[in-house]
Each structure stands twice: as C-alpha cells, then as structure tokens.
C-alpha cells in the first residue's frame, strides 16, 4: 500500500497551514489539518483551510516528483476534463 515519505508529509503540513482562513479554530488546534489517513496523508481542516487551494498547491509540490503524481494522478485527471469540458 502506498504510505507517504515523512518529507512530503512534512511538505503537507506546510501547505496546510499556509492555506488556512482563520487565525484561530478549535477544530484543528491551527494546524490546518485534523488527522492522518492509512495512507499517512493530511486529513485537512475544513472549518478553517481553503481546500480548493492547498490541493492546487499540493498538486504543483506533486508534478515534482513521478512517484507522486502516479500516485496521485486523479487530482491531475480531474482539471483535464474540467478544462475540456469549458472548451
Ligand atoms: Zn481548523
């Protein structure tokens, strides 16, 4: 199963915070994000992080690195069929 490196989740909680809305919440203690999934990614905080933007930030951290964006290859697949579908 496919667990995230320490590095990248490290490189998360950074997009994490850098995305949230408010100064304080009492959902996330202003972390920005709520938990881990299995696969030892950022469950994200959803009072407080504007989701739609740290994805796109996580997705620019992602195309770095081919493992990753094999991985995550449905975030990427999504905005192509968005940008067809406008065309
Ligand atoms: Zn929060």
Same mark, same amino acid.
């Given at each position: 199963m496919f667990i995230l490196e320490e590095k990248h989740l490290n490189e998360a909680k950074k997009i994490a915070e850098a995305n949230r809305?408010? %100064?304080?919440? &009492?959902?996330c203690y202003d972390r920005g994000y709520v938990g881990?999934?299995?696969?030892?990614?950022?469950? =994200?905080?959803? %009072?407080?992080? &504007?989701i739609d933007k740290a994805v796109e930030d996580w997705k620019n951290y992602v195309s770095q690195f081919?493992? =990753?964006?094999?991985?995550?290859? &449905?975030?990427?697949?999504?905005?192509?069929?968005?940008?067809?579908?406008?065309?």
């Open positions: 809305k408010k %100064k304080s919440c &009492d959902n881990y999934t299995p696969e030892n990614l950022l469950v =994200l905080c959803h %009072k407080c992080v &504007d081919p493992e =990753l964006k094999e991985h995550f290859e &449905d975030l990427f697949k999504e905005n192509e069929e968005e940008t067809q579908s406008e065309n």
